[in-house]
């Protein structure tokens, strides 16, 4: 069944912590029903690789906001369809997908989503990315910040450890030299500076439906976050 000619298009807003398995839910959706996926973090995480490469970031872990804020429209990233259904992140034409997801780029991140000028910028992104919706969009403020009026909203959770231990595999699996202490350690690290922020804090939006994965297969989170759809799908005018 094709269910994007069963319904106007909608926004479908995936929230929640990281490592909690929502980008993998949320582009399996757009898969199925034939929406735009895109992950938002990944555009943070580009525009911290561009604040590493570019001298903007210190050996303290801090960030100059003013010169990463002063440089968001010199940063233009894209998303490049790869057979399979997955994508890849482009930094400046720039692919950048194996770079983004590098431990050097996650524990630097956080401190970058932290800066106003750079959530600024890419919010107004990632809204005219939904403009003519048909968008499954993932993050920590989709449904709070970017697309408050979506029709479907999500927040995923599950427990650090549990997330540590999804990161942890996905890590090996990539050849990443890392273990459970360092990945959990950067997960608790970045539950914390998403959620204490004060911009656009992590936060689930009022009218999100709650998801704790913490006890669920793959297929049962798909099948899971469907039947969300469906129904959003079947009560709209
Ligand atoms: O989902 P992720 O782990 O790839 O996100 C990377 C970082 O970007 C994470 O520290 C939270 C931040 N982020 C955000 O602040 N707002 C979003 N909409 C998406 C990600």
């Not at 057979?83 to 970058?112: C, F, K, W, Y």
């Not at 998801?211 to 469906?230: G, H, I, V, Y």
Request: with cysteine.
């Amino acid at each position: 069944m094709n269910h994007t000619t069963a319904t106007s298009p909608i926004i479908v807003a995936i929230d929640g912590y990281s490592s909690s398995g929502k980008s993998t839910m949320a582009r399996r959706l757009a898969a199925e029903i034939g929406y735009r996926y895109i992950d938002s973090g990944a555009m943070y995480r580009a525009t911290a690789l561009y604040a590493m490469r570019h001298g903007m970031t210190r050996p303290d872990g801090t960030v100059d906001a003013r010169a990463l804020t002063a440089a968001m429209p010199q940063i233009h990233i894209d998303f490049r369809p790869e057979p399979g259904g997955t994508q890849h992140t482009l930094l400046n034409g720039e692919d950048v997908e194996d770079e983004i997801r590098s431990m050097a780029v996650s524990s630097i991140v956080s401190p970058v989503a932290a800066i106003p000028g750079v959530r600024h910028a890419l919010t107004a992104m990632q809204q005219s990315l939904g403009r003519d919706k048909g968008i499954v969009m993932d993050g920590r403020d989709i449904g709070t910040t970017v697309f408050p009026d979506a029709e479907l909203k999500v927040f995923v959770k599950a427990s650090a450890q549990t997330r540590a231990q999804r990161r942890l595999t996905e890590l090996l699996a990539k050849g990443v030299s890392t273990n459970f202490e360092e990945v959990l350690a950067n997960v608790v690290s970045r539950d914390h500076i998403d959620e204490t922020r004060e911009e656009s804090p992590l936060r689930c939006a009022a009218d999100a439906i709650v998801l704790d994965n913490s006890t669920m297969t793959a297929p049962e989170q798909d099948r899971w976050l469907m039947d969300q759809f469906l129904k959003t799908a079947a009560e709209r005018p």
